[in-house]
């Protein structure tokens, strides 16, 4: 394993585009930690975000891992762009020469796509414990480490993510048409969620609610629910009208860990299954 993670971290090394990238992910990540200072005055409201409460633990963490969780398409740029850049630079094929065998290949880019979710996650636990530990009226370790189920939903949207593009990155081999299919993919999925809730309106059935869990980018995205409702200034204005069938879940729903587990697992094995067909 470690021999194929040095691998894929020495192409890591030496791509501009991929360091770039990093480091615009790592200082949107610095600012967020910097944004409790932000001032705001909205409906009477004056004060900083901190202020809100939502750096208060538990709710940073859902918070954090929320907003977060859309920073991803940076670290997926670099994830597709050196798988793709091996097919126009030849390096997948002088990896076979040098004798990597193709189950070796997918292995090598499993593992930088683990290794990349893993620091993912760890960069965003960092930053949400200092924004907590600044800002939050909560000092209790009962309360600080709770709740930090997020953190695992973060880490299971990111994977599933990351292997979809890497087997986006294998099936077209460039990384512009890479980024388009699954552009592409998530319209898709788009337009599919829209004629399921019509369905739903005229003969109430539960499509649209099933494809939320079944397809990869709805799962990915159901992992991790709106944390909006919890803010103390929203919660409040909610509190004061009344609409029918409001319910805010914010659970973590296993469907959701099955479905990004399973489709995990799927898009390894496409990938596997068409590099292996391939005359490289």
Known sequence: MKRLLDIEFHKFRYSKSSIVLT?????????MTLSGM??????????????LGIFNFPLVWHISTYFT?????????????LTANEYSNR????NLIDGLSKKELILSKLYLALSLAILTTVVVFIASLILGLIYSDFDEPSIIFSQMGYLGAFFLAHLVFFCFCLFAGILVKRSAFALGFVFVWYIFEGILNLLAKGVDTFYDTH???WLTHILPLNAMSNLIKQPFTKIDLVESALNQITVEGMDFGYDIEWIDVASV????TLFIYFSYALLKKRDL
């Not at 932000?38 to 202020?51: L, T």
């Not at 969780?69 to 762009?81: Q, R």
């Open 23 to 31: 480091i615009i992910y790592l200082v949107i990540v610095v600012l």
């Open 261 to 264: 587990c399973i489709w995990s």
């Open 207 to 209: 499509i649209y609610e």
């Open 91 to 94: 390096t997948i094929k002088q």
């Open 69 to 81: 969780s859309f920073l991803k398409i940076f670290i997926a740029i670099v994830l597709v762009s």
């Open 38 to 51: 932000i001032r705001i005055d909205i409906n009477g409201f004056n004060g900083s975000f901190s202020d």
